[in-house]
């Protein structure tokens, strides 16, 4: 004989999130955020339009808003403000997150620069353990 013992368990999840308090760290946080939307950028190549952000890269597909409210389209044109005269990237151009246009290249090597430093701290940081 079998018996089939159904045990419903509704588990109640309570998901306390926990929001630790950096204090003196709130600033690096800060920094660190200015620093991404500095490397995070929209870049013209090859013709297409690619979105760098956070070490990822794909195409761009949509609009994407700027933290300063500079539109970007997906065909590489931008506008600064609502209104304003519409742009378009240029081959070898970028965008930072920060609304910047700039160099391509230049922002490339400012975040290769970024990963030796936090390479490098990391090295520093292992070793003293
Ligand atoms: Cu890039």
Avoid: P, R
Avoid at 23 to 33: F, N, P, Q, R, S
Avoid at 35 to 42: P, S
Avoid at 59 to 78: A, F, H, I, P, R
Wanted: proline share 0%; hydrophobic share 35%.
């Amino acid at each position: 004989m079998k018996t089939l013992i159904k045990s419903l368990a509704f588990a109640c999840l309570s998901l306390s999130l926990v929001s630790t308090s950096f204090g003196a760290d709130e600033k690096d946080a800060e920094k660190m955020a200015e620093k991404k939307a500095e490397m995070n950028h929209i870049a013209m190549k090859d013709g297409k339009v690619w979105v760098m952000k956070d070490g990822q890269t794909t195409e761009l597909t949509e609009t994407v808003t700027l933290n300063d409210g500079t539109q970007v389209m997906k065909d590489g044109s931008y506008m600064e403000k609502a209104g304003a005269e519409k742009k378009t990237l240029k081959e070898g151009e970028a965008i930072t997150w920060k609304g910047k246009v700039t160099d391509h290249e230049k922002v490339m090597k400012d975040i290769e620069k970024h990963k030796e430093k936090k390479a490098e701290k990391a090295a520093k940081e292992a070793e003293k353990k």
